[in-house]
């Protein structure tokens, strides 16, 4: 089965950037790399998704490694409200859509 | 833009009873995803819809789970009978389409808790 590598838990301090990083050694070449955020009692909400290229948008930065083998997701400066789980989430290009646990962003005032 | 919602938010229900859940997506949305989060993990697909037919339901353990969209609208997913392992968040999503770059627009949930 396809599988994605993420830390369990990551600390930063607010208003500093922070890097997630993510590992999908199993990625095709045709498959976007999505990336979402769940806020404590809700729903995941999207953040940002790229298929070779870096990408941002008002949320975040997402780079891709050449390989695509990995990737990671940057927000620029960390604030309290960015506390959440961050999943990284291949999106196989036969439907296959597995998350894994995602990592624990904690953010220190 | 009105989001995906979810009634009911809440259920506790006894072993073996049945229990329903309802999912009303984004307007036109052609894209359906049920997924299960058991507490401390990420969201488990169950099955994914395309307008009214299955794309994926291979995680749907159907001998107690079923779920339907007729008119390739709204859905129901319903467990008969529930077991205790069964209690868990129950989330719906919807999309554009199916395609690698939609976004997938989460609704709150329903939280099931079997005694």
């Known amino acids: 089965d396809a599988k994605t590598t993420q830390p369990n838990s990551m600390e930063s301090n607010e208003e500093e950037p922070v890097h997630l990083p993510c590992n999908h050694s199993?990625?095709?070449?045709?498959?976007?790399i999505h990336w979402y955020r769940q806020l404590p009692s809700q729903g995941p909400e999207y953040v940002i998704h790229?298929?070779?290229?870096?990408v941002n948008n008002r949320m975040a930065s997402l780079a891709i490694a050449e390989d695509r083998k990995s990737s990671t997701l940057i927000l620029h400066r960390a604030t309290l409200r960015d506390a959440a789980v961050y999943y990284c989430?291949?999106?196989?290009?036969?439907?296959?859509?597995?998350w894994g646990a995602g990592t624990k962003l904690i953010i220190k005032p | 833009e009105a989001g995906v919602a979810q009634s009911p938010r809440y259920k506790i229900i006894e072993k073996r009873q049945s229990v329903a859940f309802w999912c009303n997506p984004i307007?036109?949305?052609?894209?359906l995803y049920w997924y299960q989060q058991i507490l401390g993990q990420g969201p488990k697909l169950l099955i994914q819809?395309?307008?009214?037919?299955?794309?994926?339901d291979s995680q749907l353990p159907k001998d107690r789970f079923s779920a339907e969209r007729l008119k390739g609208v709204d859905s129901t997913l319903k467990i008969q009978p529930a077991k205790l392992e069964d209690s868990a968040v129950y989330l719906c999503?919807?999309?554009?389409?199916?395609?690698?770059?939609?976004?997938?627009?989460f609704g709150p949930g329903t939280r099931l808790t079997v005694l």
């Open positions: 999503a919807s999309s554009h389409n199916a395609g690698g770059q939609d976004t997938q627009y």
């Open positions: 989430i291949p999106y196989y290009s036969n439907y296959q859509l597995i």
């Open positions: 307007s036109g949305h052609a894209t």
């Open positions: 819809f395309q307008n009214n037919g299955v794309v994926d």
């Open positions: 199993t990625i095709s070449g045709t498959d976007y």
């Open positions: 790229g298929l070779t290229s870096n």
